[in-house]
Antibody, heavy 121, light 110 residues
Framework: EVQLVQSGAEVKKPGESLKISCKGS????????IGWVRQMPGKGLEWMGI????????RYSPSFQGQVTISADKSISTAYLQWSSLKASDTAMYYC??????????????WGQGTMVTVSS | QTVVTQEPSFSVSPGGTVTLTCGLSSGSVSTSYYPSWYQQTPGQAPRTLIYNTNTRSSGVPDRFSGSILGNKAALTITGAQADDESDYYCVLYMGSGIWVFGGGTKLTVL
């Protein structure tokens, strides 16, 4: 079974760093783009960026470029979303998702369960 | 930046048919935008319904179909059921590996 399992909920203070994870299983992790989607409380989905774990080629939405870092460790089939200095406005649910095939034009088809990040002083 | 537009809300009667649309603030949606559709109920992760304009994801009933209607992508639900009451999001491919979600449509079945 193809699945993505995300790390657990986090509660952090403004200015702290954070790295959340998304572990893929049941498929060849290196040959599918995997990405991240933000959902702020009560709001819609926002596409953040994607990574190709085979060569770490990464694309970011202009809205998130420079705000977060997407990375992957193909040796353990895990993708990451990282912040160096969290803000209260980063409070949201974050979903990872896998593209249905190996092209950047291939939409997400498999989703993780989500990781809730709460940033509060 | 290009904005992807969706109806904020829609309602449909049980057993009825509804078509939700996905457009652009400037220009027309074509298959080159690889429109995809997702369903999300409160507290749940999104579920993929349609990708690449009209391909149903695994396990999605054929009551859900995707198309291009005029200058927009469209998601049509036929024989609406109570558990179709959800938020529906489209996403469009903007090129260079970048996608943009629409604001979502809240569908009520009543």
């Amino acid at each position: 079974e193809v699945q993505l399992v995300q790390s657990g909920a986090e509660v952090k203070k403004p200015g702290e760093s954070l790295k959340i994870s998304c572990k893929g299983s049941g498929y060849s992790f290196t040959t599918y783009w995997i990405g991240w989607v933000r959902q702020m409380p009560g709001k819609g989905l926002e596409w953040m960026g994607i990574i190709y774990p085979g060569d770490s080629n990464t694309r970011y939405s202009p809205s998130f470029q420079g705000q977060v870092t997407i990375s992957a460790d193909k040796s353990i089939s895990t993708a990451y979303l990282q912040w160096s200095s969290l803000k209260a406005s980063d409070t949201a649910m974050y979903y990872c998702a896998r593209a249905y095939s190996g092209g950047t034009q291939d939409a997400f088809d498999i989703w993780g369960q989500g990781t809730m990040v709460t940033v509060s002083s | 930046q290009t904005v992807v537009t969706q109806e904020p809300s829609f309602s449909v009667s049980p057993g009825g048919t509804v078509t939700l649309t996905c457009g652009l603030s400037s220009g027309s949606v074509s298959t080159s935008y690889y429109p995809s559709w997702y369903q999300q109920t409160p507290g749940q992760a999104p579920r993929t319904l349609i990708y690449n304009t009209n391909t149903r994801s695994s396990g999605v009933p054929d009551r859900f179909s995707g198309s291009i209607l005029g200058n927009k992508a469209a998601l049509t639900i036929t024989g609406a059921q109570a558990d179709d009451e959800s938020d529906y999001y489209c996403v469009l491919y903007m090129g260079s590996g970048i996608w943009v979600f629409g604001g979502g449509t809240k569908l009520t079945v009543l």
